[in-house]
């Protein structure tokens, strides 16, 4: 009998250890989930949630402070998130608050970012809507990186034309690389121009000595003198000034001196 | 030659139907006699005792090394893609969803069905059940209910203390290289818990242990009258036994998905 009372108290501790063990689980569980906490529930519309999912994250100043609860489709362009949120976090998370979805870790798990608002502004309220930021969407960025590939492509195909046709020989890069009529043409050219510069010089010469022929021709002697006598007569003044100005600095040295 | 196949196959078919009757048959007595009245609370109580804390240590270690092996076993993996942060996360949703309740069950058929069918295949063939009928006990209340219903309430609490052990085997092979605190352990390993985890897990555990008592009891009473039958009743309920836990699993799995996912 005593044996059979002494089974039951051990079955009755194992049982009741199990389901402490069962009990703690579920609350570990719960207090993640924000079960047995007081909490509040705030609202963000997105374009997009880049794949959101029900029970991801919220954190706010890097910290976990709750999960997202519901997500709703409103429209064909619009998905409206539930955050629940600690109540202890309230007072810190002002109106004008931005929610942002970004993604944790290397593993790509997706949580909501909860920037605080403007310093001054009043806290938020349960169900309010904060403003809300749509995610990086990767498939219209792929969208636009496979266009500028495309543009690439011709581009470089255009290219390949244009290197072609140019080793060829084809239009005026092509001829001026690979054409040697061109080269023979342009030395040519040069020969001529030696030349032409070389009867300019020949032209200069006769020209200045027809020049100073002219300075001797009794018809322009007159105006030739004059203009020899104007430039003299500046050339003096501007001498007597010099001297003028080298007398008056000796005169004041001479004058410290004496004082001394 | 056609006509003895067709006999042949038309007698196994004759055959497990019969068996299959005699199951639905044994399955409707057991539940007319759960409500019957003058339950045997005192046996019920004794074969809690037996099926379960005579099987604390085994589940205890076998849930502990579980928990170990597994650490040990993906952390280098995970840490060769620098996600060994997810090690905790990862034991913990393995051995609570899957691992956990079925290898204790598995255990748990070895152990228990095999010592049920043993128990009443022996009744059977020294006729002690035969003699219960005669003097107007009732066999299957005192010897059926009170087994499958102790298997029932127990496999889920030994299931829950082999999770709890194995979450720390999972701690204890962290720090078999690493040092982590147990308090981050096991913060991160409740972390990717979720209830749609623990609930089913729980619940198919009732199942398991449904399956345990019942094979067990269902081979046992239904053996043959010869000696050797006591050995075939516990073989073949251990196989029966695992079997049908597996299958439980997969129902379990799909049902799981279609209400949670």
Request: charged content about 20%; hydrophobic content about 45%; aromatic content about 8%.
């Amino acid at each position: 009998m005593q044996q059979k009372t002494q089974q039951k108290i051990k079955v009755g501790i194992f049982a009741t250890v199990m389901l402490g063990l069962l009990l703690v689980g579920i609350f570990l569980i719960g207090r993640n989930k924000n079960l047995f906490q007081r909490t509040f529930v705030l609202y963000g519309t997105f374009k997009n949630v880049g794949g959101l999912q029900v029970g991801n994250n919220v954190r706010f100043v890097g910290i976990d402070v709750g999960t997202v609860v519901s997500i709703d489709i409103l429209s064909d362009t619009t998905a409206r998130v539930a955050l629940r949120i600690k109540e202890k976090v309230k007072p810190f998370i002002k109106k004008g608050a931005v929610a942002g979805i970004s993604t944790d870790g290397l593993m790509g798990d997706k949580l909501i970012t909860l920037s605080s608002g403007t310093e001054n502004a009043t806290p938020v309220e349960d169900k309010d809507t904060i403003q809300a930021i749509d995610p990086m969407n990767y498939d219209h960025v792929l969208d636009r990186l496979s266009g500028v590939a495309e543009n690439a492509e011709v581009i470089t195909e255009q290219l390949a034309g244009i290197a072609t046709q140019i080793n060829h020989g084809k239009g005026s890069i092509g001829r001026l690389l690979y054409s040697d009529s061109l080269a023979t043409s342009l030395e040519g050219t040069m020969t001529e121009a030696k030349k032409t510069a070389k009867s300019i010089r020949k032209g200069s010469e006769g020209f200045s000595e027809n020049m100073e022929a002219l300075k001797h021709n009794f018809l322009l002697r007159g105006y030739y003198k004059k203009k020899e006598k104007a430039a003299k007569k500046q050339a003096e003044e501007q001498k007597k000034e010099a001297d003028g100005k080298k007398k008056a600095g000796k005169d004041s040295t001479s004058l410290k001196v004496s004082k001394e | 030659m056609r006509t003895i196949m067709a006999s042949v196959l038309t007698s196994a078919f004759n055959k497990y139907m019969e068996v299959v009757g005699d199951q639905v048959v044994f399955t409707g007595q057991f539940a007319r006699n759960i409500f019957r009245d003058g339950f045997e609370w005192g046996e019920f109580l004794r074969q809690c005792y037996i099926v379960g804390y005579r099987s604390i240590g085994l589940v205890a270690i076998t849930g502990f090394i579980i928990g170990f092996v597994l650490t040990l076993q993906t952390q280098p993996t995970l840490k060769d893609f620098g996600a060994e942060s997810y090690v905790p996360g990862m034991v913990s949703i393995s051995i609570v969803r899957e691992i956990g309740p079925v290898i204790i069950a598995l255990i748990c058929a070895g152990k228990i069905a095999s010592s049920i069918g043993a128990e009443l295949g022996s009744m059977k063939v020294t006729e002690q059940i035969a003699a219960m009928e005669v003097s107007s006990a009732n066999p299957i209340q005192y010897l059926v209910v009170t087994r499958v219903l102790a298997c029932t309430m127990m496999l889920p609490l030994l299931t829950i203390m082999a999770d709890a052990l194995a979450l720390l085997g999972g701690w204890v092979g962290v720090n078999v290289q690493e040092h982590v605190s147990m308090a981050l352990f096991f913060r991160k390993s409740f972390n990717a818990l979720k209830f749609s985890d623990l609930l089913p897990s729980v619940v198919k555990t009732f199942f398991f242990g449904y399956a345990i008592g019942f094979v067990g009891c269902y081979k046992g009473y239904h053996s043959s009258r010869g000696t050797e039958s006591v050995g075939s009743a516990a073989n073949s309920a251990v196989v029966s036994a695992s079997l049908w836990i597996i299958l439980i699993d997969a129902i379990a799995v799909q049902v799981t998905n279609l209400i949670y996912y």
